[in-house]
């Protein structure tokens, strides 16, 4: 059974930084993707970025391209989500997830979902 916990979330004053972790158990990590989603509230849940299985690759979201990072330690079974210069605008619940395939922006090419974090940014 594999299981997805994120920790980190919190609140944040804008301009600040922040990071988020993704702890995996079960299956092969370094074997799938690992992508990050957030969704604001009242909006639809939205694709921030992704890394490759061995973290050679990543892709971002154009909202969030530059000012976040995303990493993956596989001898942890950990990623991670270091987001800099912050926004009011990031205030989301951030997911991270399994991914079927590298690349993808599509929430139905992930498989497994931690439960979320909520990471709130004051202006």
């Known amino acids: 059974q594999v299981q997805l916990v994120e920790s980190g979330g919190g609140l944040v004053q804008a301009g600040g930084s922040h990071r988020l972790s993704c702890v995996a158990s079960?299956?092969?990590?370094?074997?799938?993707?690992m992508g990050w989603f957030r969704r604001a509230p009242g909006k639809e849940r939205e694709f921030v970025g992704c890394?490759?299985?061995?973290?050679?690759?990543?892709t971002y979201a154009r909202s969030v391209k530059g000012r976040f990072t995303i990493s993956r330690d596989n001898a942890k079974n950990t990623g991670y989500l270091q987001m800099n210069s912050l926004k009011p605008e990031d205030t989301a619940v951030y997911y991270c997830?399994?991914?079927?395939?590298?690349?993808?922006?599509?929430?139905?090419?992930?498989?497994?979902w931690g439960q979320g974090t909520q990471v709130t940014v004051s202006s």
């Open positions: 997830a399994r991914g079927i395939y590298y690349g993808a922006d599509d929430s139905q090419q992930y498989d497994y």
């Open positions: 890394i490759s299985g061995n973290g050679v690759f990543t």
């Open positions: 079960g299956g092969t990590f370094s074997s799938f993707a």
